[in-house]
């Protein structure tokens, strides 16, 4: 959300919805634990929200740099 007029500020989450757990099971047993999955995915999410993030203010002050 912006908190100036030359300022963003840019918040990062990671969340399971709640029908998350039916998708998995639906994939049948031999998928594996659903703990085992989503410790896979949370890790995967923390580290790509800090590549994206870093992205996203590379880009965000490319198109504010004075030309």
Not at 32 to 56: F, I, N, S, W
């Amino acid at each position: 959300h912006p908190t100036s007029a030359t300022t963003t500020e840019l918040t990062q989450s990671w969340t399971v919805l709640p029908s998350y757990a039916d998708g998995f099971a639906a994939e049948g047993p031999d998928r594996g634990e659903l703990g085992d999955r989503l410790d896979v995915l949370q890790a995967m999410a923390e580290q790509g929200m800090p590549e994206t993030l870093a992205k996203l203010k590379q880009a965000a002050e490319a198109a504010v740099a004075p030309t």
